[in-house]
């Protein structure tokens, strides 16, 4: 493949020259602006000026196998760059370190290892942290590993398109990579006082103090380089809609009983969130139509119990009417893709095969499958079709927002092709997707939703 001529966007080269000059900053850019050339060209000075010499990019295991080497090689000003990829056995990470490259790539479950193996030897002067909403957690294995060795990392760049899906808690432990504790204070308990509130004893649900929003993007400012893809770019419209079906009352009354034990949980107390959140699962499955039964405590296999076919039947317009585009579905549980399976021979289902990708994007692949966690990040699928259901669920934004960009406007316009995209929900009335669909809309946490929908039900 012969690299292309780089032609950047008017915002793209503010944001390299961010990078260059902020030692440890992030650059918070909606999905599809470009986030990866921008790092790249960065990190392209920095080694043709011996400023750095050795590179490691951290990212989703799908980024890092399918998206860092392509990106370089596609374009003539980075075509240069020796980019190795860490994988494979222990013994071949090991070789692959000691290469001569200037970029190395890693996906985020490796990276605990690779601290471990390189024990306190670090070699590398600059770390790019893909989707670095992955390191939003301070008691995750990958946060420690970073966290160890950031002392000896003279420069990081965060790179993401979701910094706070969830919440501003997410924020603390991405910052406090970058300024270690300066800006938004040395701990995340110290991070919560200032700027949240406590909801309940036992300290598991902190919500933003009024204000708070605006506080701390006034502090980390200077870091941090972030920019909308609807101010930048003519985007073509996205349409959300909602398919919503029915169950007869006999299916009801049983979804009324296990919805209760949801509600009872939450009454209990924090304590017991946990279980309202296997419940709120259990309900979930019953609106896609289909529930896990307890485990085989022998085999350790799953399963499940059909209960009706009515997203079924409801897949199946959405499949009709869309008369003959492509269609992408979005399903929650194993169960799901199984009976989407076969009802619907002709589907397929994503995996990590780069052809499955290829087939898609060249129109071969009239139907498939993804669940939301492998179509996340790294995937580009506006060429396949325009057109996104979601036939289960998921109370995650992030996961939610990830998998409609994969089709969405900002990837149809880059492809030369601005066309309407469409969102379809297929909606159970009367049961968790309504709450679902409220926590999407109002970005409220998943615990607020489940508890204002209990105070609804007691008031009547």
Avoid at 377 to 382: A, D, F, P, T, Y
Wanted: net charge neutral; hydrophobic share 40%; proline share 5%.
């Amino acid at each position: 493949m012969t690299p292309e001529v780089f032609t950047p966007r008017p915002y793209q080269p503010p944001a390299a020259r961010h990078v260059l000059q902020v030692p440890h900053g992030a650059l918070w850019m909606s999905m599809g602006l470009g986030k990866s050339i921008c790092g790249l060209t960065a990190a392209k000075k920095l080694l043709d000026g011996l400023e750095v010499r050795r590179v490691l990019v951290v990212a989703p295991l799908r980024v890092a196998t399918m998206v860092w080497a392509q990106e370089a090689a596609r374009w003539q000003h980075t075509a240069h760059l020796r980019v190795q990829l860490v994988r494979g056995t222990p013994d071949e990470r090991r070789a692959q370190i000691r290469s001569d490259a200037d970029i190395f790539v890693i996906n985020y479950e490796l990276l605990p290892w690779l601290v471990r193996d390189l024990g306190g030897k670090w070699p590398f002067d600059m770390v790019i942290a893909d989707e670095s909403s992955r390191l939003k957690n301070p008691g995750a294995l990958c946060y420690r590993a970073l966290h160890h060795v950031r002392p000896k990392i003279e420069r990081m760049v965060q790179l993401t398109g979701t910094p706070a899906a969830n919440g501003l808690g997410d924020l603390w432990a991405q910052i406090n990579l970058l300024d270690q504790g300066r800006r938004l204070f040395k701990t995340k308990g110290m991070f919560e006082r200032r700027w949240m509130v406590q909801l309940d004893y036992y300290g598991r649900k902190w919500v933003a103090r009024n204000g708070a929003l605006e506080e701390v993007t006034e502090r980390v400012r200077d870091i941090v380089y972030s920019i909308r893809a609807e101010d930048h770019l003519d985007l073509p419209p996205l349409v959300r809609n909602e398919v919503a079906v029915e169950l007869p009352g006999a299916l009801m009354d049983d979804y009324h009983r296990l919805e209760r034990e949801m509600f009872l949980e939450l009454e209990a107390g924090a304590i017991n969130s946990v279980n309202a959140a296997v419940t709120s699962g259990k309900c979930l499955q019953y609106a896609n139509g289909a529930v896990y039964l307890d485990d085989d405590t022998e085999t350790r296999e799953k399963h499940w119990a059909e209960i009706h076919d009515a997203k079924l039947a409801a897949l199946e317009s959405v499949i009709e009417e869309a008369a003959g585009e492509p269609v992408l579905v979005a399903y929650a549980f194993r169960s799901d893709l199984a009976r989407m399976r076969k009802a619907f021979p002709q589907g397929e289902m994503l995996t990590n095969d780069p052809c499955v990708e290829r087939r898609w994007n060249a129109g071969e692949i009239p139907l498939m499958f993804a669940h939301p966690k492998s179509a996340g990040h790294g995937l580009n699928l506006q060429g396949g079709g325009r057109i996104l259901c979601f036939f289960g669920l998921t109370w995650s934004l992030e996961l939610y927002e990830q998998i409609i960009e994969r089709i969405g406007p900002t990837r149809q316009l880059q492809a030369g092709t601005p066309r309407t995209v469409f969102v379809h929900h297929i909606v159970c009335r009367g049961t968790v997707d309504e709450l679902v669909m409220e926590r999407l809309a109002t970005k409220a946490s998943v615990q607020d939703v489940l508890r204002k929908a209990m105070r609804r039900k007691d008031s009547r």
